[in-house]
Structures are given as structure tokens and as C-alpha cells.
């Protein structure tokens, strides 16, 4: 008992200090932190032919190389260039000290059977089964041995039990919606675009995600101990492809929150649609509304709306979640990809905002509002303006 307390501890300073600390430069992304998995005396998995930390290193410094040839004004850090060893927690703080936009570690997996294969994606969290999770997790995390006075550092956290991995995720990021977010777009990259197999994404209790006070992701790009893939993860063309992936998604996860922020310039967006017309497909768009009746029941004096996000998946909830039970007017929409919820219906901000503090209350720290024109999501700052128009 006395341990899990003084975990929550500090997990609860953590958390405190991502809300008013550092954390994300509202309205645009300037700093990514590439981070490659693993390094100097830690190889991390091996396969046949191949070290994990090598893979890693080599697909980090590409998607790095991508992201400052192709998005002007953003700045790449990266925790390691070269091979070398460098501790979970001194990961976490350079993108913190960097005050980073977005966070992206950079991994291979790999199985006792060599039958499993694809890609998968993390973000900091517990989900409903979490057997694969946390074996992936408690991987990843045992790297902590490798390092000097790790029982001081990490307070005794226990990188094999799955009690600390519980602990680890007692506090919720408040960047999770957005690491769920950025993670869904990797993954429909490495599917559609790299031809790999969909593993999903998955919350798991991560090291190296544990004190970034920004989105972050963990990619784990194939299986090691799976010979084919590990041939696709040992080629050039393989690691520039996965590269390529993970650039495209922070690109398009880029434009769309600057969007939404209202940072990002409508006149650019117009021209990369045009431009990226070869891309679309069903939800490409993202902005799917799963309530197959909602337009036709808006009425023409009442367009736009407001609701209060609450809660985003990957998968959509049961109607009996716990979650939801204290909740009423419940709206359930797709987005990017994702399940995404909302609670209340308003023809002003100003009602979501105040309902906003009610959800909070609720246990729902990182509640916000958003806006719907007819029947569409939109920003809150093009609400504003059809409001100004209005």
C-alpha cells in the first residue's frame, strides 16, 4: 500500500507539472522529438541478422530527415543520433527541456514464435485486455536495468511486475486524446501506404512515455523474429517506407490541429487538398458522422452546434460502459479514425464551455468543446467565424 501511494505521488506531480509546466505550444507544432529505441550497450531485441537498436536508429534519423526537408519552420530533436546508450527517463526529459510539440519513440518488436508480424502502435494507458500490451511494455521498459541507480530514479519501479505497469498509468496524460490520435494515423500510414499488417493501437504503461508533458507515441515497426519481416526492417527501401509513414502522419496530424486551432491557414489547406487528391479514400476526410440520421434532424436556424468532447478510442465503447453512465446526451462520432464522444447539444460556446467544467468535475480532466456545422465537425475558430458572419 505504501508503495502504490507514493506512486501516485508522484505520478499525480507528473501530471500537475504536464498542466502547468511545459506541454504543447498552443496552435501550431514546431518541435518534434524523434526518439530511437534502445542504443549503446542496450541492443534491445535481436533478430537473425539484426539488433533492434540499429533498425531504430536508422528509421528515426529518416523520418527526422523527412519531417525537416518537407514541413517548414518545424524543428527536429532527437535523443540520440548515433549509438549510444541513453536512459528512459533522460528521453523524456529532452523533449520536455526542447518543450516539444509531439514526441515519437521509435521500436521493433519480436516473439518467441516466429509466426507474429505487422506494426503496432502505444500510447501512454490501460486498456480492457492488456496481456500483449504489457508483455510489450515490460520489453520495452527493462532497459531501466541497464542503467546506474535506477531504484532511485524510477522509485523502485519493478520493469516485470504488472503491478507497477498499473501504477504507471494510475494518472492519465492529458494528451492522451491526441496520442491516440497521432498513433490511429501511423498506423492507417503503415497499412495503406506500407502495405503492412494493421496490429492496431494499444495503451500500454511506457517508460519513456511516463513524464513527456506532450502527445507521444510509441511505434513498434515489425517483429525482428519474424524472418520475412525482418528482411522488409534490414532493407533501405523497408526503413524509408516506415519512415515515409510516420512522416505523412504527423504531417497530416499537423495540418488538422493546427486547423483546429485556428493557426493553420485555410488558403494552404485548400491547396494541399488539391494536392493530395490521390490519397483520399472512405474517411479519408475525417469527419464521418456515425449518428446516420443527425442532418436531417437539424434544423435550418440551428446549423451549428456545440458539444463537449469527453473521450476518444480506437474502438467503440459498450453502451453499458462505466464510463458513460453518468453522462447524458451522449453523441458518438468518427473522426481521423477514431471514436470520439461527446456530451450536450448548444447554439453557443459559451453554454459548452460552462457544461465543459461539469464533465471535468466528472473525472474527465481533459474535456473540451468542439463545434458541428451542419452536421460536419469543424473548428472552433471557423465557428467563430460563421458565428462573425452570422
Known sequence: MKRVLTYSIVFLCANLFAQYG?????????????????????????????????????VALKTGHYIEQNLSGVKVVYTRKTDRFVELHRRGK?????????????????????????AET??????????????????ENASILLEENQDDIYDGFDPKAE???????????EHRDQSLDLANRIQ????????????????????????????????ELGYLSNTTEEAFLLSAKGQSYLASAIYRAVKEYKRDYES???????????????????????????????????KKSVKKNSELVFRVQFYTSPKKLNNNDSRLKSLDNIYIYQHNGMYKYTSGKFNSLAEAEKHKE?????????????????????????????LNEK
Not at 501550431?28 to 531504430?56: N, Y
Not at 529532452?94 to 505487422?118: M, Q
Not at 502505444?122 to 511494455?137: D, Q
Not at 492507417?188 to 495503451?203: A, E, I, Y
Open 122 to 139: 502505444y500510447a501512454l494507458g490501460v486498456e480492457n485486455n492488456r496481456t500483449n500490451a504489457n508483455l510489450v511494455a515490460m520489453t
Open 260 to 294: 483546429e486551432s485556428g493557426a493553420y491557414d485555410y488558403r494552404k489547406k485548400a491547396i494541399e487538398k488539391q494536392n493530395d487528391a490521390e490519397n483520399k479514400g472512405p474517411g479519408k476526410n475525417g469527419n464521418t458522422i456515425s449518428a446516420t440520421n443527425h
Open 358 to 386: 461539469t464533465i471535468r468535475k466528472k473525472g474527465f480532466a481533459d474535456a473540451f468543446s468542439v463545434a458541428f456545422y451542419k452536421g460536419e465537425r469543424i473548428s472552433i475558430s471557423r465557428a467563430k467565424q460563421i
Open 94 to 118: 529532452i523533449a520536455n527541456d526542447a518543450k516539444a510539440d509531439l514526441f515519437i519513440s521509435i521500436h521493433c518488436n519480436s516473439n518467441p514464435s516466429r509466426k507474429p508480424y505487422g
Open 188 to 219: 492507417k500510414q503503415f497499412k495503406n501506404r506500407v502495405g503492412r499488417k494493421d496490429r492496431g493501437v494499444h495503451q500500454a504503461g511506457f517508460l519513456v512515455l511516463w513524464k513527456t508533458t506532450m502527445p507521444s507515441v510509441l511505434v
Open 22 to 58: 511545459l506541454g504543447q505550444d498552443v496552435g501550431k507544432i514546431k518541435t518534434i522529438v524523434i526518439d530511437a529505441g534502445h542504443g549503446g550497450r542496450d541492443p534491445g531485441a535481436l533478430g537473425r541478422k539484426s539488433k533492434e537498436k540499429d533498425i531504430a536508429l536508422a
Open 163 to 173: 503491478e507497477s505497469l498499473i501504477n504507471l498509468t494510475l494518472f492519465q496524460s
